[in-house]
């Protein structure tokens, strides 16, 4: 399996599993989950290959919809979506499934921009829209302002994935082992981040 594939599947099953956390918090119906997870986990990644000028991966590809079906499926048979908050944004199970797709999608997004001998303001663009592209989708089927541009150190963590991953690209040090290490830096930092509330400076 390659590094765009595994960060693939993971990504979309953490973004399937956060949208059924906000799907069910905004009391959507059977129906209403499925669109809210299947576009939220694969929403980035169409945006992404159309930007690549490939055919988006989730129209030729069976694992993407199967992966956002059995990641629904395992969410509800461990009773994940039974967890109370009054607050799904500020609930840490949905930031910690959340920051996982942010993660692995940043890290997609940079590889096919890589692979696509985009110039790093194209694969930051890359992993950006990859990793933040469903959830924006999601925010706006729910009539609410996109959680990027309101909460915390979030679409900041995007843009550094996909720059040190260029830089190590350029060096020929960008191997499976340097991008397990970017990834688990980067989710630690974003685990960090929310917990203490960092935020960038406002206006």
């Not at 915390?152 to 963590?157: L, P, R, S, V």
């Not at 082992?177 to 980067?186: A, D, E, G, K």
């Not at 981040?193 to 935020?199: C, I, L, P, T, V």
Request: hydrophobic content about 55%.
């Amino acid at each position: 399996m390659n590094l765009v594939l595994i960060s693939d599947i993971i990504g979309i099953s953490s973004f399937a599993i956060s949208g059924l956390l906000i799907a069910q918090h905004k009391k959507l119906d059977l129906l209403g989950i499925l669109i809210l997870s299947a576009l939220t986990a694969l929403g980035g990644g169409i945006i992404r290959d159309l930007l690549a000028d490939r055919t988006p991966f989730a129209f030729v590809n069976y694992y993407p919809s199967l992966t956002v079906i059995a990641s629904i499926i395992l969410a509800i048979i461990l009773k994940l979506h039974r967890q109370e908050d009054h607050q799904i944004s500020n609930k840490f199970l949905f930031i910690l499934f959340d920051s996982i797709g942010l993660c692995a999608f940043s890290i997609t997004g940079t590889l096919v921009g890589i692979e696509s001998g985009f110039n790093l303001f194209g694969v930051i663009i890359m992993g950006f829209v990859t990793a933040l592209g469903g959830g924006i989708i999601r925010d706006i089927l729910l009539n609410q302002i996109p959680f990027i541009l309101k909460k915390e150190f979030y679409g900041t963590i995007a843009i550094l994935i996909s720059l040190c991953m260029f830089v190590l690209h350029h060096l020929n040090a960008l191997n499976s082992f340097t991008t397990l290490f970017i990834f688990s830096v980067f989710l630690t930092l974003r685990i960090v981040a929310y917990r203490q509330k960092w935020q960038l400076p406002k206006l």
